[in-house]
């Protein structure tokens, strides 16, 4: 069956067609997937400007989808899906009525999606297996697709807007052990890329000021909650840790490569340190099979090496999943993976779900 997915929770206006065989073990395989980025016209906002971005959103959602129904020449389509929340509230309504649009006029169910189980599913479409241990990893090996054998996992959701720790007990079976009392990670990145004059998106360009820093770690910020009992998180602290240090300096340091480097470096892996540090001790605690990262902050290569070496030095028996890098960052491929999932679930209730359907509808604040 072939799957057309839409995406619109945020900045990024993505459509992707999917093709999908098989029942037990799906072969997915992408006719076509655009994202088109509107960073050039919020980067002198400093982060999503949401008027701006829905504009955005209205006008290039009919060009995004004539280019991706080409790009996958013109196969018919079976479903549609669609990210009905969380994410900004105008954005999504964009996405949601063009997906009834199109369900309407082709007839066609419509399935909502969960944006944050939709980045728990990018790990699902060719899943780059860090690290396999056990039985579990015969089967995802073999499988190529994680089965039954990788449960039960724990997934690691960090993106612009969330940082939650989610016990996955099954397809669909969700429970949220802790998530961020204030800032999301990514957020925490775009501020303090904001405080250090880098450009937006801020983690990417933390990243790299954070890997031109040859010096040594002469600067330490806070990992905030890190031994606290829970799994929450909390960084707005970090960001304003960040702030205070940048006023106490000279204009003339605030401006310096190196001082630059240093911040980032130091931000960068207090992050990784925190995220690390509570992932760990949840999978420990529930004695999980496998570890799942997702969310646009999984795109750095600085977590995802620590994350490894990290579980390899310490001999855990966790299976280790990661999605690709251009599926950690908002895409409308991992929407159709997810759509996919629900459709074996409920399909009887899915042909039901017209476009005039209340559940599709646009809910900023969606829980899994
Ligand atoms: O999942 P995503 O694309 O959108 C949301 O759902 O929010 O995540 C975007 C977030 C932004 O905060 C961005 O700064 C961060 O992911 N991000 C990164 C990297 N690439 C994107 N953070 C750290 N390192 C990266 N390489
Ligand atoms: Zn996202």
Not at 9 to 16: E, G, K, P, R
Not at 109 to 121: G, Q, S
Request: charge should be positive.
């Amino acid at each position: 069956m072939n799957i057309l997915a839409i995406e619109t929770s945020c900045d990024d206006t993505c459509v992707a067609i999917v093709e999908i065989r098989g029942k037990k073990n799906p072969k997915f395989n992408i006719l076509a997937n655009i994202v088109s980025s509107q960073v050039k016209i919020h980067t002198k906002w400093g982060g999503v400007y949401p008027t701006l971005a829905k504009r955005e959103h209205q006008k290039n959602l009919p060009l995004v989808l004539k280019r991706v129904l080409k790009k996958a020449g013109n196969q018919k389509i079976n479903l549609i899906a669609v990210t009905v929340g969380p994410g900004l509230e105008p954005c999504l309504w964009v996405g949601v009525n063009f997906a009834k649009d199109l369900a309407q006029n082709w007839d066609l169910p419509i399935i909502p999606i969960n944006h944050i189980e939709a980045h728990i599913y990018a790990n699902w479409l060719n899943p780059q297996l860090e690290r396999a241990v056990g039985q579990a990893d015969i089967t995802l090996r073999k499988a190529e697709t994680p089965v039954l054998g990788w449960r039960p996992t724990i997934c690691l959701i960090v993106s612009g807007g969330h940082t939650q720790l989610i016990l996955m007990k099954n397809h669909g079976d969700y429970k949220i052990l802790g998530e961020t009392r204030d800032d999301a990670a990514g957020e925490c990145f775009d501020k303090v890329a904001r405080i250090l004059g880098l450009g937006y998106p801020g983690g990417p360009a933390i990243a790299a000021q954070a890997k031109a820093y040859r010096g040594p770690a002469s600067v330490t910020l806070p990992r905030p909650m890190i031994y606290q009992k829970n799994y929450d998180f909390s960084f707005s602290g970090l960001k304003t840790a960040v702030l205070y240090h940048f006023r106490s300096q000279k204009p003339e340091i605030r401006k310096s490569k190196g001082y630059i480097r240093k911040m980032a470096a130091e931000t960068q892996q207090a992050v990784i340190d925190v995220l690390i540090h509570k992932t760990l001790k949840v999978a420990k605690n529930y004695k999980v099979k496998t570890i799942i990262l997702g969310g646009g902050v999984v795109a750095n290569e600085e977590l995802r090496k620590q994350f490894k070496q990290k579980l390899d030095a310490t001999h855990h028996p966790f299976n280790f999943l990661v999605p690709p890098k251009n599926l950690c960052t908002d895409n409308a491929v991992m929407v159709a993976v997810t759509a996919y999932y629900h459709w074996l679930r409920e399909k009887t209730k899915i042909q039901r779900l017209a476009a005039g359907h209340p559940e599709v509808r646009a809910n900023a604040n969606l829980r899994l």
